[in-house]
């Protein structure tokens, strides 16, 4: 089957619990479009936290920012459309021109292969796969800036079959001033994704 789409819910938890629980969607539109949307129900006064990039133009949405809306560019820009690329496994071998096999490694007890590449603008993206079931265990992309580089981490966990897809349920994403882990509850793969879900918040 041909994967094009797909609309991920679920129940997020933000800074291991301190952050407060909220509702998590991601809505993802092949080749390379996603956005990844956080609101909190109970707490309406913290507003909608996004991560849009729509193929070509990225932003990010954080209402208690000093700047709540953050167009992105350079490094930043291409980071998020590696993001996008990573959640279509047919799409992912294209991620970078070259490649790299790193030293093999372990990630919560279970052996992983480690491919390395890099991308426009000074990235490095590093893919760990488990050695068993061959699944997307974790991405790390490390962007450079004027004080080093910035590591963005996002693991996938508990693979569950939809439509003859494995999908990951458990979902976590780890940047440099936050963290978040979905408990995902519900997917729907190959369906329309609302366009405003992809562009600005």
């Known amino acids: 089957m041909l994967f094009r789409s797909y609309v991920a819910t679920g129940r997020s938890l933000g800074y291991a619990g301190m952050g407060g629980s909220g509702q998590f969607q991601i809505y993802a539109q092949a080749p390379e479009s996603r956005g ?11 507003g909608t936290s996004a991560w849009t990039y729509d193929g070509k133009t990225g932003w990010i949405s954080q209402p208690r920012a000093y700047i709540p809306i953050l167009n992105l560019t350079g490094s930043d820009l291409v980071g ?44 490095v993206g590093t893919l760990y796969f488990d050695k068993q079931s061959h699944l997307l265990v974790r991405f790390l992309r490390r962007t450079p800036s004027p004080v080093g580089r910035i590591t963005i981490q996002q693991d996938f966990d508990n693979y569950k ?7 990951p349920f458990k979902y976590s994403f780890l940047w440099l001033d936050g963290r978040f882990t979905a408990e995902i509850t519900d997917v729907k793969v190959n369906v329309p994704v609302e366009a405003a879900k992809l562009t600005k918040p």
């Open 36 to 46: 990844m949307w956080i609101t909190f129900p109970q707490f309406p006064e913290r």
């Open 80 to 123: 998020a459309k590696l993001d996008a690329i990573v959640s279509f496994p047919n799409a992912v071998k294209g991620m970078f021109a070259t490649w790299r096999v790193a030293a093999e490694d372990v990630i919560n007890g279970r052996d992983v292969y480690v491919v390395q590449g890099n991308g426009q603008g000074g990235i």
């Open 161 to 167: 079959d939809v439509d003859g897809i494995k999908f």
